[in-house]
């Protein structure tokens, strides 16, 4: 061997970055360190076909796949094994450590070693046999597409240009591209997750994101999250980790309320069990002002302190995050149910914020019934436009979003759900059971009275709520109506409670229509979804009189034996005359208390030569004015279907 042969052997004895020809130094210019990574891909294949190398390789590689096996055989013993995420199982050796901490969800955190930070090349040899282990011992609920594009993103040496990376010039180009598209190509994850994409771009942070993104976000109304994705790149995680410390001794305006309240929050995943940690915050929050409960979010979300440089040397090795389980679960049930998660995920953004303007609302709306500046029935008026507009945006879903899993049918939305909590029924559903009985009750949809006619059997839906409600248990139920109230403002909760007292109110309405032969029923439900035009139709024939006059007295007769149903329905507005004496007196005082606050109407002169006017007619019954078009067909329809009922039959 000459001199220049052993140079030479001696420089490809490992990776031979200067090994490239004109077309490669061209692209590598472009894209940071595309020579490398392909002459790293090669180098495992190259050393098999070296006559002196090949039995050191052999053993090498069997002793690399016999450290995956011991790997995996300690791994499994950790139930949140399954959550870390894939280009950590598969992209490096990962060494579990002992977790008891636990997200906002009540789900364990993994804590891991991986040793090294990335096998690139090496993770084809194994990747696989990882994989195929938890596939047999069921610890690995990711789709084999998943194991495979995780995979394709690890071994390609042209994964800066295809398969899995993008095809832009230089790392600051690519990065640039991915802010845009709010993913992380080489994890395969959003930049700024779903929970909080709802938020405004300057509040798109959370407890990892550096406080100099979030002051730079703030500044320029960006994305905290998408900052730091783009400048924590190499020693610049550092620099702005110190950045940070230098900020946190500066900054005295923390409110020492919020920041104890959010202590609190937080020790609740520290304290309560881990299945009712999502009902625990719930909870507390709910006790909140929607300032406070905002401020308390947004103190939660601040950075920890760290220590630069050494910290960074610190991550590299000892991790702790999630997340795999819900991705996997989403692809399991958009494959199962065809609910796109992407445009599910968008929809939920919508609803996100136009829920927290209609919470605000409510909140104000509250407040001016407290303050007297509204009656119940005011209130009342305004809870049911809230959830009409609330219809509305699910209208505006379905066109911009027809995918979504918002404006899917129940059932499929119910099953949805389920795939992703069960990652496609491959494990225990990770649901607390106040949010399995929630989601069951809420899966329970209303009927159309008959296909096409967008007239819901709203009385048979309520009857079938009241029938599950009736078949649990008193804690069972009792749980339900808690997870329902936990997004109500105080007033909605004490306006649910007293529907809950007049169920048996309307309840009367029913008892007496089920009398009646099923088309009866057909028709009195058809009546009671009609609009106001056709009902004061069909009320002027007089056809109805005799069934609303029995109805209107058994009603008046459960008021009088049941003053908690009277109080309930003379407080929020409903028709009627009270019908017990302590709220017929109570209401006589109120009406004398606003009468007395009314000035006094001025006296009116009779202009000369005009006749006084005359008092307003009611129209007579026998001549109303029908409708025109088609509902003017409805109309008679519906009335000679009312005539032709027998008396025994209403």
Do not use: C
Not at 391 to 412: C, E, N, S, W
């Amino acid at each position: 061997m000459t001199e220049a042969e052993a140079a030479l052997a001696f420089r490809r004895a490992t990776v031979d970055f200067q090994r490239v020809g004109q077309s490669m130094r061209l692209a590598n210019s472009l894209f940071l360190f595309l020579n490398p990574a392909v002459q790293g891909t090669l180098l495992p294949f190259r050393t098999f076909q070296t006559p002196g190398m090949r039995k050191m390789a052999s053993v090498g590689l069997a002793g690399l796949m016999g450290g995956a096996l011991a790997s995996y055989a300690w791994n499994r013993q950790f139930e949140e094994y399954a959550d870390v995420p894939l280009y950590d199982k598969y992209g490096g050796m990962v060494f579990m450590l002992p977790s008891n901490e636990y997200d906002k969800r009540g789900n364990k955190v993994p804590h891991y070693i991986k040793m090294p930070p990335m096998l690139r090349e090496f993770a084809a040899f194994t990747g696989p046999i990882t994989y195929l282990l938890g596939k047999m011992d069921s610890q690995s609920p990711e789709s084999t597409g998943q194991f495979l594009s995780t995979m394709v993103r690890q071994l390609n040496p042209l994964g800066s240009i295809v398969g899995g990376g993008l095809p832009v010039p230089t790392q600051l180009g690519e990065t640039l591209v991915e802010n845009w598209m709010n993913k992380d190509v080489f994890r395969d994850r959003p930049i700024v997750p779903e929970d909080l994409e709802n938020l405004p771009a300057d509040q798109q942070y959370d407890e990892r994101t550096s406080e100099t993104a979030r002051r730079i976000g703030g500044f320029l109304n960006y994305s905290p999250m998408k900052i730091d994705h783009l400048l924590r790149q190499g020693t610049m995680w550092d620099v702005m980790g110190g950045l940070d410390a230098g900020l946190r001794a500066i900054d005295d305006d923390e409110d020492p309320y919020i920041v104890g309240l959010a202590e609190r929050l937080k020790d609740i995943q520290e304290n309560v069990k881990p299945d009712q940690v999502k009902l625990e915050r719930r909870r507390f929050l709910a006790d909140l002002s929607q300032k406070d409960r905002d401020a308390v979010l947004e103190e939660e979300r601040k950075p920890e302190p760290r220590l630069p440089f050494a910290e960074s040397v610190q991550r590299r090795f000892y991790r702790k995050q999630s997340g795999n389980l819900y991705r996997s679960g989403q692809a399991a049930a958009q494959k199962a149910t065809g609910i796109d998660p992407k445009q599910t995920r968008e929809a939920s953004i919508i609803i996100g914020n136009e829920m927290d303007k209609l919470q605000t609302t409510q909140e104000q709306v509250d407040a001016a019934l407290e303050a007297g500046k509204i009656d119940h029935a005011q209130w009342r008026g305004v809870h049911k436009d809230s959830g009409k507009l609330y219809q509305g945006v699910l209208g505006v879903i379905q066109t911009r979003f027809p995918m979504a899993g918002q404006v899917a049918k129940p059932a499929d939305w119910v099953n949805y759900m389920k795939h992703v909590a069960t990652v496609g029924k491959t494990m225990p559903d990770r649901r607390s059971k106040g949010e399995l009985l929630y989601a069951a009750w809420r899966g329970i949809a209303p009927e159309e009275l008959a296909p096409g006619t967008d007239i819901y059997d709203w009385n048979t839906y309520y009857q079938h709520r009241d029938e599950f409600m009736g078949s649990l248990s008193t804690a069972d139920a009792a749980l339900i109506k808690e997870w329902r109230r936990l997004t109500m403002t105080p007033k909605e909760v004490e306006y649910d409670e007293d529907m809950d007292v007049l169920r048996p109110y309307w309840q009367i309405e029913d008892d007496l229509i089920g009398g009646l032969s099923p088309r009866a029923q057909q028709y009195w439900k058809q009546y009671r979804a009609a609009d106001s035009g056709l009902r004061y139709i069909i009320q002027s024939q007089g056809d109805l009189r005799p069934l609303q006059e029995e109805l209107a007295k058994r009603r008046q007769a459960y008021r009088a034996r049941n003053p908690d149903a009277d109080v309930a329905l003379d407080k929020w507005g409903y028709a009627g005359k009270p019908m017990t004496q302590p709220v017929r007196r109570q209401s006589v005082e109120q009406f004398r208390g606003v009468i007395e606050q009314l000035p006094s109407p001025p006296q009116r002169t009779p202009t000369p030569g005009m006749a006084p006017s005359a008092p307003i007619q009611p129209p007579m019954r026998g001549a109303p004015v029908l409708p025109s078009g088609g509902q003017a067909r409805d109309s008679q329809e519906m009335l000679e279907a009312f005539r032709s009922l027998t008396p025994a039959a209403r």
